[in-house]
């Protein structure tokens, strides 16, 4: 049914697979575009309770896929993609009344982090990385990276989201956003089925409580995050920082 990921159901759990390993299940539009009809017929169906998503290969998500140079400031419109594809995703794993875990089998990059941090649970693998590399492109953090992280991780966050970085399983454990394990899928499974069995309209309305708490402002920061964006794809530093990426040279900034 789609191409570019890989649904595998089990009663009212549903494993949600990224599959292209050999781009390191970048989200480019079109596993974007799968992706978000894939959730929408999930959270429509009554009978599911727990989504898990995970990566086909070596990684997770190396996030946003990076293939096409720009001819000049703003031929990349990055606040419509973020509307119209990135933020759709979001929502419908931040505010699904289902539950969803994140199985981290190894690098997790850019909006692939958010797509980690938005579920509810992740198990993360040994070896795992994480990776915040927007400014390296010239661009901030998006895909509600920074509201998610502020709020679930504290001032251990800002450095990350300010000049980017990467840290360890151990290190994002630490911050208590996974838990490591030596089989995250498996381990993820796990849980899922003792969620199922259990009182689930609670958890359903636990995270409900937890959106009110935590993430009830979540559409109007989306909206800023899209706009700021917007404006960073129509600057050169933005261009120097994608060509550079394409180039594999050192960029140029001149932060203007």
Known sequence: MYRYILIDDRDSVTIFTLNRPERLNALGPELRAELLDALRKFNNDAKKRVGIITGS????????????KPSGPGTINLEDELRNSFHLILKEIRFSDKLFIAAINGVAAGAGISLAVACDFA??????????????????????????????????ALRYLL??????????????????VDDPLGEALKFANEIVQGPFRAYSY????????LFKDLDQFLAVEA??????????????GVSAFLEKRRPRFTGS
């Open 57 to 68: 290969g070596k990684a997770f998500s190396a996030g946003a896929e990076i293939s096409t």
């Open 227 to 240: 706009r700021l964006q917007g404006e960073l794809g129509n600057t050169h530093d933005f261009v120097e």
């Open 123 to 156: 198990f993360v693998s040994r070896n795992a990385r994480f990776v915040l590399a927007f400014q390296n492109l010239g661009i901030a953090p998006d895909t509600g990276l920074t509201l998610m992280m502020a709020r679930l991780v504290g001032a251990r």
């Open 206 to 213: 636990g995270k409900r409580l937890i959106n009110e708490a």
């Open 163 to 180: 000049i980017g970085g990467e840290f360890t399983a151990e290190e994002a454990e630490a911050m208590g956003l996974v838990k490591v």
